[in-house]
């Protein structure tokens, strides 16, 4: 199986052209057997870029532990860079089908190649049956729940898929490894939960670190990034542009309010090809 290595600001998957080539037989048994960083490719996942009969390709994800997500921020761009610099579709606007809807990315190219993207995420789910949770309001903001014997405020956003978004003093010293699992299980989240945990630097400035559904600890989470500027502005800690930055980079968001869509700005890298074997 041939497969190309692609990351938006190290949030890196295996990603498969099933436009040119057979599906994976079983996609989900693919994921984890390449997603190991010393066993397989080393991934956060798999994508597969899949044809379309409603946008220029579409994108199914797959987590490190082979679950299926509707979504991925950092995915998506790079599926969009493929989309471009490959063939598929090679123009400066792209439209992807994903679990959620049909997206719509803005490509600014340098020397034929795909560099920074600009994103029109979809306006935010605020029910809080439609994200999905139990937490009580529509949206879930700041609602207190309890991990570990500790009380924490969360805010609830979906962009497709779930997101649990938690303002700390330190991001950096946060016990993301231990917490991010009871986090992801908790039973507020009934499809479990990707969860983020946000130091304010100002009011258009934040750091945050994420642990991923399915997935554990990433270097960035493109949707997550998304919730958090969506409840920066629910929770009056925020305005409607921010830029955060995540371990493995820098996104810059903007969201308008109510209704509006989320707008996500960031780059695609392609790292290397090869073929998968095992």
């Keep these: 199986m041939k497969f190309t290595k692609m990351?938006?600001?190290?949030?890196?998957?295996?990603?498969?052209?099933?436009?040119?080539?057979?599906?994976?037989?079983?996609?989900?048994a693919l994921a984890v057997a390449v997603s190991p960083r010393n066993f397989g490719i080393g991934a956060d996942g798999l994508i597969l870029i899949c044809p379309s009969t409603i946008a220029d390709a579409r994108m199914r994800m797959f987590n490190a532990d082979g679950s299926e997500s509707e979504m991925c921020g950092n995915g998506l761009r790079c599926v969009a860079k493929y989309v471009h610099d490959h063939g598929i579709a090679p123009k400066s606007r792209i439209t992807i089908e994903t679990g959620r809807a049909v997206l719509t990315l803005d490509?600014?190219?340098?020397?034929?190649?795909a560099q920074r993207i600009r994103v029109d995420m979809g306006a935010p789910i605020l029910a809080s049956a439609e994200i999905p949770t139990t937490l009580?309001?529509?949206?879930?903001?700041?609602?207190?729940?309890?991990?570990?014997g500790r009380?924490?405020?969360?805010?609830?956003?979906?962009?497709?898929?779930p997101h649990a978004v938690v303002y700390v003093g330190d991001a950096a010293g946060f016990p993301l490894e231990s917490l991010g699992?009871?986090?992801?299980?908790?039973?507020?989240?009934?499809?479990?939960?990707?969860?983020?945990?946000?130091q304010v630097l100002s009011p258009s400035e934040v750091i945050m670190r994420t642990w991923e559904r399915g997935s554990g600890i990433t270097l960035a989470c493109g949707t997550g990034a998304c919730a958090v500027c969506v409840a920066g502005v629910l929770t009056g800690r925020t305005?409607?542009?921010?830029?955060?930055?995540?371990?493995?980079?820098?996104?810059?968001?903007?969201?308008?309010g109510a209704g509006h869509p989320v707008f996500m700005t960031g780059p695609a890298t392609e790292v290397f090809s090869g073929e998968w074997i095992g």
């Design 7 to 28: 990351h938006g600001i190290g949030n890196d998957y295996v990603y498969v052209d099933c436009v040119r080539n057979p599906m994976p037989v079983d996609p989900a």
């Design 107 to 113: 490509l600014e190219v340098v020397n034929g190649k």
């Design 136 to 148: 009580a309001g529509d949206p879930p903001v700041e609602v207190p729940i309890v991990v570990e």
């Design 151 to 161: 009380e924490y405020r969360v805010t609830a956003v979906s962009m497709g898929n």
């Design 181 to 198: 699992p009871k986090f992801e299980t908790h039973p507020a989240f009934p499809r479990r939960v990707n969860s983020h945990f946000v």
């Design 239 to 256: 305005g409607a542009t921010l830029l955060a930055h995540l371990p493995g980079g820098d996104l810059e968001l903007e969201w308008g």
